[in-house]
C-alpha cells in the first residue's frame, strides 16, 4: 500500500503543482506589466516552487536517497506559497473573501498530511534497513 500512497504524492508533485503554475502564468502574462516587478518576483518564486515539485517527485518515483527530503521541502514550498497566494498576492485570483481561510487551512493540512506521511515511510524504511 506504501507504493500507491508515494506514487500518488509523486504523481501530484510532478504534473498537479506544475499544471496550477502554468494556469496561474497563463492568467498573469498578459498584464504582467501592469502588476510590476514585484508580481513578476512572485510569480517567479512560484516557478521555483513548481520546479522544486518536479524535481522532488522525480526524485522519489526514482528511489533516490534525497528524494523524501526534497519532497518535504517542496511541500513545506507549496503550503507558504498557497498561503502567500490567497492573502498577499499581486497575481490574478478569484477566491471570495469568506473562502480564503478554509482553503488556507485545506492547503497547509494537505501538506501537513503528506509531511507525516514521508516521515512514516521513512521510519518503515528505517527499521526495515536496520533490521536487515
Known amino acids: 500500500m506504501g507504493a500507491v500512497w508515494r506514487s500518488l504524492l509523486c504523481l501530484i508533485l510532478v504534473i498537479w503543482y506544475p499544471l496550477n503554475f502554468a494556469a496561474e502564468l497563463l492568467k498573469t502574462l498578459p498584464s504582467i506589466e501592469m502588476r ?3 508580481a513578476a518576483l512572485e510569480l517567479t518564486v512560484h516557478g521555483l516552487v513548481a520546479a522544486t515539485c518536479v524535481a522532488a ?16 521541502v517542496a511541500l513545506i514550498a ?4 498557497a498561503v502567500q ?3 498577499w ?9 469568506g473562502d480564503k481561510l478554509p482553503l488556507a ?3 497547509i493540512a494537505h501538506s501537513a498530511a503528506w509531511l507525516v506521511y514521508l516521515h512514516h515511510a521513512s521510519r518503515v524504511t528505517s527499521s526495515t534497513r ?3
Open 105 to 107: 487551512l485545506f492547503a
Open 78 to 81: 507549496v503550503a507558504f506559497t
Open 89 to 97: 498576492s499581486l497575481l490574478p485570483g478569484q477566491t471570495k473573501p
Open 36 to 38: 510590476g516587478p514585484v
Open 57 to 72: 517527485g522525480w526524485s522519489l518515483w526514482s528511489g533516490n536517497t534525497p528524494g523524501p527530503a526534497l519532497a518535504r
Open 85 to 87: 497566494s490567497l492573502y
Open 130 to 132: 536496520l533490521s536487515r
